[in-house]
T-cell receptor
Framework: DAKTTQPTSMDCAEGRAANLPCNHS???????VYWYRQIHSQGPQYIIH???NNETNEMASLIITEDRKSSTLILPHATLRDTAVYYC??????????????FGQGTELSVKP | GAVVSQHPSRVICKSGTSVKIECRSL??????MFWYRQFPKKSLMLMAT?????????EQGVEKDKFLINHASLTLSTLTVTSAHPEDSSFYIC??????????FGPGTRLTVL
């Protein structure tokens, strides 16, 4: 699975959009970009995933560049409850690994009042 | 949405004892589950893949005799930390994938070995 690079930490003002970048320059054509987050002392939570088109759900939007070498997770109106570590993971969907996820260090997002 | 539970949420044990942690998928079946451990201020580290009806697959460097995994049914996987020592103190998290290839994680089990 391709390696990802994320900033160690970011701050965001409450009510503003939080834009979390992820670089995955070695991504393969069949690898998806997944985003999970982990609030302190809890299990990770799935946010969104995509292959090459931009995706949006009730939690966030995922913007993937045309060359697929980077992506941005957007939380449109960040709240204090969005304070968490955000993980960008690139992997092949399904496959013989059956969903195994390899976590990097992630970005620690702090939403401030 | 799909829910994965873990029991217990916290456990404190004496050095040398064994501890069993349960992971259950509450509203879906999972032929595969995953076990992770997480040290303070560190990322999750995949320990093993639990396979229903067959042996678990361990990641490199994880002792299979130390961390016993049993996938007894399509909704239950257990992780037993045998002869626990203080260095085994950690946050243990399980996950299970849905058919849509989305992983759902349990709330985690905090193990403290005295």
């Amino acid at each position: 699975d391709a390696k990802t690079t994320q900033p160690t930490s970011m701050d965001c003002a409450e009510g503003r959009a939080a834009n979390l970048p992820c670089n995955h320059s070695t991504i393969s054509g069949n690898e998806y970009v997944y985003w999970y987050r982990q609030i302190h002392s809890q299990g990770p939570q799935y946010i969104i995933h995509g292959l090459k088109n931009n995706e949006t759900n009730e939690m966030a939007s995922l913007i993937i560049t045309e060359d697929r070498k980077s992506s941005t997770l957007i939380l449109p109106h960040a709240t204090l409850r969005d304070t968490a570590v955000y993980y960008c993971i690139v992997r092949v969907a399904g496959g013989n690994q059956g969903g195994k996820l390899i976590f990097g260090q992630g970005t620690e997002l702090s939403v401030k009042p | 949405g799909a829910v994965v539970s873990q029991h217990p949420s916290r456990v404190i044990c004496k050095s040398g004892t064994s501890v069993k942690i349960e992971c259950r998928s509450l509203d879906f079946q999972a032929t595969t589950m995953f076990w992770y451990r997480q040290f303070p201020k560190k990322s999750l580290m995949l320990m093993a893949t639990s396979n229903e009806g067959s042996k678990a697959t361990y990641e490199q460097g994880v002792e299979k005799d130390k961390f016993l995994i049993n996938h007894a049914s399509l909704t239950l996987s257990t992780l037993t930390v045998t002869s626990a020592h203080p260095e085994d103190s950690s946050f243990y998290i399980c996950s299970a994938p849905l058919a849509t290839d989305t992983q759902y994680f349990g709330p985690g089990t905090r193990l403290t070995v005295l």
